[in-house]
């Protein structure tokens, strides 16, 4: 291969390989370290025996995750408060035209699927993510990690039973997710508790990820009492030049604020039956800086 080849080859295959360490590490930057590391491995390889550069280049950046993610463990450790995933921009309404693979897109990346995973230990998490976003076969998994084709089926059996005990249920329809998002807006900034309630499931939850660098509640708050009387509190407090936008992050609609043209809040919720059973609240300005502000 030419320098261009190499390239050429490297960047066709870019979005998946960022796709993959995304899903494994919840972090963008961390994604993109992986991937140049894996673009690294790539130019400085022979690359004459290599048959499927495709399946090369995510073996190579699968076992980087792994490594990785084994690092970042000990750095989840001392976050103050809930630790929720980097948001990370989507559009596959554009990209990917089949509904049905939309949908498993969506869900592979969603928030909710992404703080199960958390608790997988790193190879169930690159099993469960090769096998259920990218449809990998058994055995092309197991040459990817080294394992034998018995040892990963049984890590994705355990992988899948302990995502699908823990993974909430929700509806996935973009237009009803925008419109109870902007409703619990209005609710909130009005202060209007009643309006709240009439939003939020029984059981809804509240989770803030702040890293302590902004206002956020340190627990995970649960109850529509708790989480209706605290939206009523703070969604009335003023923000200096205050704009809202929507944006897709994670295969769905979620709500940025900013603050002077800065990102200040990213709020997200899933939907079932008609009402909020979570609700997402990032504003940790690290997580919020990439994020596009038009």
């Given at each position: 291969m030419?320098?261009?080849?190499?390239?050429?080859?490297?960047?066709?295959?870019?979005?998946?390989?960022?796709g993959v360490?995304?899903?494994?590490?919840?972090?963008?930057?961390?994604?993109?370290d992986?991937?140049?590391?894996a673009?690294?491995?790539?130019?400085?390889?022979?690359?004459d025996?290599?048959?499927?550069?495709?399946?090369?280049?995510?073996?190579?950046?699968?076992?980087?995750?792994?490594?990785r993610?084994?690092?970042l463990r000990?750095?989840?450790?001392?976050?103050?408060?809930?630790?929720?995933?980097?948001?990370?921009?989507?559009?596959?309404?554009?990209?990917?035209p089949?509904?049905?693979?939309?949908?498993v897109?969506?869900?592979?990346v969603?928030?909710?699927?992404?703080?199960?995973?958390?608790?997988?230990?790193p190879?169930?998490?690159?099993?469960f993510?090769?096998r259920?976003?990218?449809?990998?076969?058994?055995?092309?998994?197991?040459?990817?990690?080294?394992?034998?084709?018995?040892?990963v089926?049984?890590?994705?059996?355990?992988?899948?039973k302990?995502?699908?005990?823990?993974?909430?249920?929700?509806e996935?329809?973009?237009?009803q997710?925008?419109?109870?998002?902007?409703?619990?807006l209005?609710?909130s900034?009005?202060?209007?508790?009643?309006?709240?309630m009439?939003?939020?499931?029984?059981?809804?939850?509240?989770?803030?990820?702040s890293?302590?660098?902004?206002k956020?509640?340190?627990?995970?708050?649960?109850?529509?009492?708790?989480?209706?009387?605290?939206?009523?509190?703070?969604g009335?407090?003023?923000?200096?030049?205050a704009?809202?936008r929507?944006?897709?992050?994670?295969?769905?609609?979620?709500?940025?604020?900013?603050?002077?043209?800065?990102?200040?809040?990213?709020?997200?919720?899933?939907?079932?039956?008609?009402?909020?059973q979570?609700?997402?609240?990032?504003?940790?300005?690290?997580?919020?800086?990439?994020?596009?502000?038009?």
């Amino acid at each position: 291969m030419t320098i261009d080849t190499v390239t050429d080859v490297f960047e066709e295959h870019r979005s998946v390989l960022m796709g993959v360490a995304y899903r494994m590490l919840g972090r963008i930057a961390d994604a993109e370290d992986v991937v140049q590391e894996a673009w690294l491995r790539w130019s400085g390889a022979d690359r004459d025996p290599v048959r499927e550069p495709r399946a090369y280049l995510v073996r190579i950046t699968t076992r980087l995750a792994v490594d990785r993610l084994r690092q970042l463990r000990a750095r989840n450790e001392t976050y103050v408060g809930p630790w929720l995933p980097e948001p990370y921009p989507t559009a596959f309404g554009d990209t990917v035209p089949d509904t049905a693979e939309r949908a498993v897109l969506a869900d592979s990346v969603s928030l909710a699927v992404l703080v199960v995973l958390e608790s997988l230990s790193p190879l169930e998490r690159a099993v469960f993510v090769l096998r259920e976003a990218f449809g990998y076969p058994f055995a092309e998994i197991a040459t990817t990690l080294d394992r034998s084709e018995a040892a990963v089926r049984q890590l994705a059996a355990r992988a899948r039973k302990h995502v699908d005990e823990r993974r909430p249920r929700y509806e996935v329809d973009p237009a009803q997710r925008r419109d109870l998002t902007e409703r619990f807006l209005a609710a909130s900034a009005g202060g209007d508790l009643d309006g709240l309630m009439r939003l939020l499931a029984p059981d809804v939850k509240l989770i803030g990820d702040s890293g302590g660098h902004a206002k956020a509640p340190l627990r995970i708050m649960e109850s529509a009492d708790k989480v209706g009387r605290f939206m009523a509190a703070v969604g009335g407090q003023g923000v200096p030049d205050a704009s809202f936008r929507f944006l897709e992050v994670n295969g769905a609609p979620a709500l940025l604020r900013l603050s002077g043209g800065k990102p200040d809040t990213l709020l997200q919720m899933d939907v079932a039956d008609g009402r909020v059973q979570c609700l997402y609240i990032i504003r940790n300005p690290e997580k919020l800086a990439h994020l596009p502000r038009q």
